[in-house]
């Protein structure tokens, strides 16, 4: 049996709760799964928790039959002869006015303090170029369907961002389903579209040496591919990054890794799914997002 109690914690950890526990009570849950998930809910549970506190009663095979694990700032779960005890910290003893940094320790925690600020800031004046890209097609046979829109985002090295924004002309009448679902017609397109070889040179002057980055980029790199080929225009040689595989490696529990699904669970809206540009930029917030916690490193 595992007891998890929750407080003022983010809404969308405790619906994700609910996926391995029943909630039988306002920030009360109950469940029963074996060791591993067990560990592995409660990683996700410190990771996300964000300013609230959460508890964990578990059976064991202890004298007591349990053990805890908690979270709270102001108790710590101590072993006394193999009984778990909850022990309340004196923290409330210390004034709120009191002025720390006279011991060595102290100093030497400012100095790391320091050190890990500016070792930050190098890290981000040494940031590569990213480019995130986005096309939208007739279809999903390269060989067969063509591209009909491409959306790019790009951050540059001081951090400002660049967007680039094209319709492309197609021989092909654009299918009924792809129009409802991209909003793209056949005059959009012969209006305001220009050739696929146009576009490609703008994009790659555009991409230039960034890392190229996408959700699901294997799709988009296989159409790329083959309209530069079709273009007798060269291939691009740039990094490449599957945001895709990022995320599953870094979240295990997810319902799907659709893109919308994944956009959710990391709280970036998307205001018009679908749209090359707009999936471009969503999928760059990702990006960030995801570099904030350490992968992907460059």
Same mark, same amino acid.
């Given at each position: 049996? &595992? +007891?998890?109690? $929750? /407080?003022?914690?983010?809404?969308?950890?405790?619906?994700? *709760?609910?996926?391995?526990?029943?909630?039988?009570?306002?920030?009360?849950? +109950?469940?029963?799964?074996?060791?591993?998930?067990?560990?592995?809910?409660?990683?996700?549970?410190?990771?996300?928790?964000?300013?609230?506190?959460?508890?964990?009663?578990?059976? /064991?095979?202890?004298?007591?039959?349990?053990?805890?694990?908690?979270?709270? @700032?102001?108790?710590? +779960?101590?072993?006394?002869?193999?009984?778990?005890?909850?022990?309340?910290?004196?923290?409330?003893?210390?004034?709120?006015? /009191? !002025?720390?940094?006279?011991?060595?320790?102290?100093?030497?925690? @400012?100095?790391?303090?320091?050190?890990?600020?500016?070792?930050?800031?190098?890290?981000?004046? %040494?940031?590569?170029?990213?480019?995130?890209?986005?096309?939208?097609?007739?279809?999903?046979?390269?060989? @067969?369907?063509?591209?009909?829109?491409?959306?790019? +985002?790009?951050?540059?090295?001081?951090?400002?961002?660049?967007?680039?924004?094209?319709?492309?002309?197609?021989?092909?009448?654009?299918?009924? %389903? &792809?129009?409802? $679902?991209?909003?793209?017609?056949? !005059?959009? =397109?012969?209006? !305001? #579209?220009?050739?696929?070889?146009?576009?490609?040179? !703008?994009?790659?002057?555009?991409?230039?040496?960034?890392?190229?980055?996408?959700?699901?980029?294997?799709?988009?790199?296989?159409? $790329?591919?083959?309209? *530069?080929?079709?273009?007798?225009?060269?291939? =691009?040689?740039?990094?490449?990054?599957?945001?895709?595989?990022?995320?599953?490696?870094?979240?295990?529990?997810?319902?799907?890794?659709?893109?919308?699904?994944?956009?959710?669970?990391?709280?970036?809206?998307? =205001?018009?799914?679908?749209?090359? $540009?707009?999936?471009?930029?969503?999928?760059?917030?990702?990006?960030?997002? *995801?570099?904030?916690? #350490?992968?992907?490193?460059?």
């Amino acid at each position: 049996m &595992i +007891v998890v109690t $929750l /407080t003022k914690v983010p809404q969308s950890l405790r619906g994700d *709760l609910t996926k391995w526990y029943q909630e039988v009570q306002t920030g009360v849950y +109950v469940g029963n799964v074996s060791a591993r998930i067990r560990d592995l809910v409660w990683q996700r549970v410190e990771k996300n928790i964000g300013n609230g506190e959460a508890t964990m009663v578990y059976s /064991t095979n202890t004298e007591l039959g349990y053990q805890i694990k908690t979270t709270r @700032r102001n108790y710590e +779960v101590v072993d006394y002869d193999g009984i778990p005890l909850v022990m309340r910290l004196n923290v409330d003893a210390v004034p709120q006015t /009191t !002025k720390y940094g006279f011991s060595n320790a102290s100093k030497f925690h @400012r100095a790391r303090m320091m050190a890990h600020k500016q070792n930050k800031s190098q890290a981000k004046a %040494s940031q590569p170029e990213i480019t995130v890209l986005d096309l939208e097609t007739t279809g999903l046979k390269a060989n @067969r369907d063509q591209i009909i829109a491409i959306g790019a +985002v790009k951050r540059l090295r001081n951090g400002s961002y660049e967007k680039f924004d094209e319709l492309i002309k197609s021989d092909q009448k654009v299918p009924k %389903s &792809i129009t409802e $679902l991209t909003g793209i017609t056949d !005059k959009m =397109l012969e209006d !305001k #579209g220009i050739p696929l070889d146009s576009a490609l040179v !703008k994009l790659k002057d555009f991409i230039k040496s960034s890392i190229l980055m996408g959700y699901n980029f294997h799709f988009d790199e296989t159409f $790329l591919s083959s309209g *530069l080929i079709a273009c007798n225009l060269p291939e =691009l040689n740039n990094k490449t990054v599957d945001l895709m595989a990022v995320v599953k490696k870094a979240e295990k529990f997810l319902d799907n890794y659709q893109l919308a699904t994944v956009l959710k669970f990391y709280n970036i809206e998307n =205001l018009r799914p679908h749209n090359a $540009l707009s999936d471009a930029q969503a999928t760059m917030e990702l990006a960030n997002k *995801l570099m904030e916690k #350490g992968s992907p490193k460059f």
